[in-house]
């Protein structure tokens, strides 16, 4: 490498070169630019009592201490199809990783640990998934076949999942488009990981077989926010059946994004819809910088077919750094090695997502492949070459490398190194040819890091244990006869009635438009008061304090029951309810006391106005007399909350004023 | 068309994939009254209803389309799977003992057909490699099929055609034998071998698994390599079990073949041995013994073969308030011997003293083990006992049920003289009677308790 080289300089220069734009700045001409296309794998657990196919309870969950024993299973690859084994397979197979489960006997049992056979599959969340694949447009199958999908990251004791399709081809309706999906699917959720450091994977079984359906759309969605659009319209639509499970963790969605040339990447487990457009975003242009790379690479290297790393032991003398992993890596033992990368020069320190490099995809791959913990590398273009102090242009000399070459110094368990080796030289290999199918993990910042290898489409086979399930005609017509209504729809009705738009998603979200159904039909409110009511009063109340665990939206109901029935205003419900969400089981009348509510009638409620506007009049500072209306609702409204509307109220208090001075006027003729 | 292009169908399914001109492996539209299906019909299942057809969709799934909601199928294409396992020759290496790996049809590894489902069984050395690589750091394998029977169908003739194969083997060099076998009635098998060959001068490991080995959690691989490992490094030239230990993948165990017992339909760590400590543990490095009387390896091939066997021999598990006729009947049929499986100490009803009596008169051996699995018999404690030894019952100590259902076939195979079967019967081969329990040969605690709680927490299952 020239001593001129500035990876700085670099990493600016190649983000410009392929055109990167941040999401707030990026528009449709942008995606179109780089061909941006994505789909969605969303998961929700199911409001079950019951796993899916054993009978521990489901929804409950333990800390991580909070166990009574310990198993542990590696994980083997099996043969695929083609006599080969499957990437991913290969892949965790050279990590040999050491699965540990820490179980608690209240939410495990022996089939969660693969030690029985499972049991017949859980009818209530079989309905559960069937209602919401009716409400998806799905064609329903059949029959029922279970399927085995393997894992081999050990999230699942077994090595697969069970999990099968319910429904194909369905469509969902979005703003501006109707996107299709591609099937549905009911299965057992996976565990949870404690820890993954070096050769050891810890996981607990608490959310293990919980049942989960995963909605599969097509790559339809051509830009990022209609992914999120997507995203959030298939989880209004599964809480609309009120059969889902709501909190954390109980949905999250995949995303397999691409970009033109590019190859279908996932990106695992976001939580959180909002974070959809950015990490899309970054990852269609993450594919797009590597196929930048790949021409940079193609026009650099000769001959791709014969291209090697090369790579010697850095005994301690012949590395000189202040740089402490290092030292540590030498202390524990470890071996240092120099990787020469021919023709590499300018690609390690290439933009690929903002602040992150190629090296990254390298750094990534050795902890997840190699088992490498973080730090686990520094290179020859790093932006801390300062820092490391690091002769780089002795360990050139050491490998033999070429004035285009770059370096990479690693450090690890010896045992690890080949591994490690091998790992370097695919990623390398992988550049030329564009952008490798692996699954990403994802952060809040909108980047992602290497999580696995895509897994192949062999991992998919018959599950023996169980048998076919049939769906006979009359079962599905009977479950059709109760789903709830569309969200397209009820974003239509919301709108046609006047709910504000801004508790639409609110609404949607909770899924309270039953509720103000049940409201409306019942006690003849109005759509747009009650949606108002509680897109934007609850909704404040509920951000400001969790409601009491025994508080459910059904008292909201009773409160406006009682209402209806005491013939008061309505309007008391803000109050009564404020009291309501700390006490559930108040009754409504205490409530009323508490709040030293008094049934007046509109008389007594005026009566005070001409002593009122005597009083005012003593104590205000200009001659406004404009202000005396206000000032007077001031004095009087709360005792008139409940007992009037208050528009009405107000104009009667106004009515009451002019009477008033007009019989001054009368008696005191000026 | 043929047969072979309907592959499981039948009744309404099959009418309809003859109407539409449709076989399995084809690539199929098929238009329902809830919709349209695409995918690749995939054979069905012989036990499955003739209702519906199944098909692979293009992720992977299978579905099941039902027959009356088919309006019309279209096939597009046809795409006929095949399927092989890949075969790489073992390695032979110089230093490595050479195992012979006996096949009797369960499968130990196998590999998956994914579309239908089915398991091909890996058995030649070839396959086993493709399967399981690291057996070729253990030994120098060798694969023989000397049948196919699933478990629970083993029996006399099978046992007998092992213990011939296996003395050849022994003869012809080998340094272990390892037999691959289904878990079902595998300890039956170990006690039949135990006493058909005495004297071995090498291991004779069974090992199977209980989990398939087409998931990639199962058990199988580390099964084998641990059976492999015992046979070709181990010690203990015996007849042995070689399953897990904990249901963790960890260590397995060596029990010795006259004392373990499949204790857990389905629990990996299912065989156990009972009133007594298993043999060794074992892991691929190590074969560390527990117990410390057992036969050693030894460099002659001096092995003793006695392949006998009387098949009209039955076991009967009492209860209360059995009639006799379930005794008579077995006199009746022409039975030999029967072991009676009795409660507590080894005792029966007096409904039965009849029909022991006439069994007794009519020459059939009549001996006595109990329920309870651990423990000895006792029949002097109680004045039932007494009265079932007054009437010729023999109780066989701490032999398990199965070990003497198979030992009585073994003695009577071998003589009808029920004073020398008599001897046989109670001159222990091989630990199948032991002269005395340790205190650490029962041990089946019991959850809850805090102690053992805290002990389940601290070492892995
Ligand atoms: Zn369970």
Redesign the interface.
Known sequence: MNKQFDPHKNYEKTRKNIGFVPLKKASLKDWKRIGFMSGLEVHQQLKTSRKLFCRCPAGVYQDHDD???????????????M??YDGT?LMEFRTRKEIVYRLN?KTAC?YD?????PFKINQEALQYALEISLLSN????????I??????DGSI????QR???LG??GDIQLSNKKIRL??L?IEEDSCREISDIGHTRIYKTDRLGIPLIET?TYPDMLSPYELQEAAEYIRFLNRSTGRVRTGIGTGREDTNVSCRGGTRVEIKGVSHNSWLPLLSHNEAFRQYALLAIKDLLLKKIQNIKIWKITSTELSDNKIETIYPPIHEAIKAGFKVIGVNLPGFQSILSHFTQPGKVFADEITDRLKVIACLEKPNMVYSESFYQKELNLEFPEIRKLLDAGDEDAQIILWGPSEDIPTALETIEERCKMAFEGVPGETRKSFEDGTTIFERVLPG????????DS??I????DF?AKLGENLPIPVFKRLQQMQDCGIPEDTHKYLLKKNLLPLIDRICDELGYSQKYIGTFLGHYYRHMEGQKDPHPEFSYNKIYGLFSFLKKKRLDPELAKSMLGILVDHPNMEFNSVLTSLNFRKLKTEALLAPVGFLIEKFREIRRSEEETKTKKWLMGQLRKQAIGNISLREFSHLVEKEINAYNHSKDDNYPD | MNKDFFQGYKGEALKILKKFNVRVWGIAEID??????KGTVLPRAEN??D??I?IK?A???????????IKTIKEIGYLK?N????EQEFPFTEHLPNVKLIGTGGTIAS???????A?IPAFSPGELY??VPELADICNLDTEKVFAVFSENMGPDQYKQLAIAIGKEIEKGVDGIVIGHGTDTLHHTATALSFMVQNSPVPIILVGS?????????DA??NLMHACYAAGHGDIAEVCVCMFG?????YGFLHRGTRVRKM?????SAFRTLGDTPLATVRVGEVKALKNNFNHRRKDRNVEIYPFFEDRVSMIYFYPHMHSDTIDSLVDLGYKGIIIIGTGLGHVNKELYPAIERAKEKGVAIYMTVQTLWGYVHMFVYETGRELLAMGVIPLENMLPEAAFIKLGWALGQTNDLEKVKKIMLSPVIDEITLREPYNGYLVYQ?GVPEV?EF??KF??
């Open positions: 166990f009574d024993g310990e198993i542990i299973r590696h994980m083997r690859p099996t043969l695929s199809e006599g080969e397979a006997n022996t640990i693969d030690d029985t056979p799905l064609n329903i199958v059949g029959e029922v076949h399927t085995r999908k393997q894992y081999l004791p077994t090595g697969f999990t099968a399709i194909v081809e591609i099937q699917s599969v489409a062999d991992r998919m086979y018959p599950d023996t048998a076919p049939p769906l006979a005609d599905i | 329902t009254s809830r919709g349209l299906f499955d209803d209702k519906h199944v969709i992720t992977g799934y299978n579905i099941g389309v039902a027959t009356n909601t799977a399927y092989k396992i890949p590999r998956l057909d994914y579309r239908t489902g398991v493709g399967a209980q989990r398939s080995s087409d998931r990639p959690s199962s691989a580390l904990p249901t963790s993948d960890e857990h339909s389905s629990y990996r959850g709680e389940i927490k892995r299952k």
